[in-house]
């Protein structure tokens, strides 16, 4: 009695958390799956000498696309990303500005990044992405911070998610060496990332905070299809 006790109480919370799943959760999910059975299906394929290159893009594609519900999206010109970058930041010149899109899979990405420098040796990197139709499995599995909750501190450094004016963000910094990111993502499309060396995590965050979030947040329906 007690073991059909267990196993139904067990088969509930299954439900229950099945449940919960948001729908693009559940297709990522879904997504996750086919893109396995594709890759076991190449390796069979491989062993017996009778692998496809092209069948495996054509399986992999359709996983991505399974994934974002059929959604196409052509993301936003890098070039107008790259204009969202600041001059300078407070006691750093811009050194370097970069840009470029991508595209494979039915995946497209684009980004800007610029480069600051202070003559104490102090550098930042801030960087740009729209991740486009990504906002699916490949999202999640390359902003995972985005869906969990991290909390941890050691006598070196932290690492958090918290919020930053209103959208997800994700924090960490390495004291001994000075070093470390945040990261904040605007209209669950847009990744606004900085990347210190040798400076102050203010500084790290000050640099997001010359990108305007709330222009790329009304930039999130741009280009779907």
Known sequence: MLRKAGIAALSLSLILAAACKSPEQRAAEDAAKKMEEAGKAL???????????????????AA?????????????????????????????????????KTAAMGMQVSHAEGRYSADNGGSVTLKITDIGSMTGLAGMAAYAWANVQVDRESDSGYEKTTTYNGFKAHEKYDKSSKSGDFSVL??????????????????????VSKVDLRKLEGMKNKGVQ
């Open 186 to 207: 605007a209209g669950n499309r847009f990744v606004v990332e900085a990347n210190g060396y040798n400076t102050e995590m203010d500084a790290i965050k000050g640099a």
């Open 64 to 100: 991505v696309n399974a994934a974002n519900a059929g959604r196409k999206v052509e993301t936003v010109d890098y070039r107008e990303l790259k204009e969202m970058l600041p001059e300078s930041l407070p006691g750093m010149r811009r050194t370097d500005a970069t840009g470029e």
């Open 43 to 61: 390796a069979e394929k491989t062993q017996a000498g009778t692998a496809n290159l092209g069948d495996a893009v054509a399986a992999m594609g």
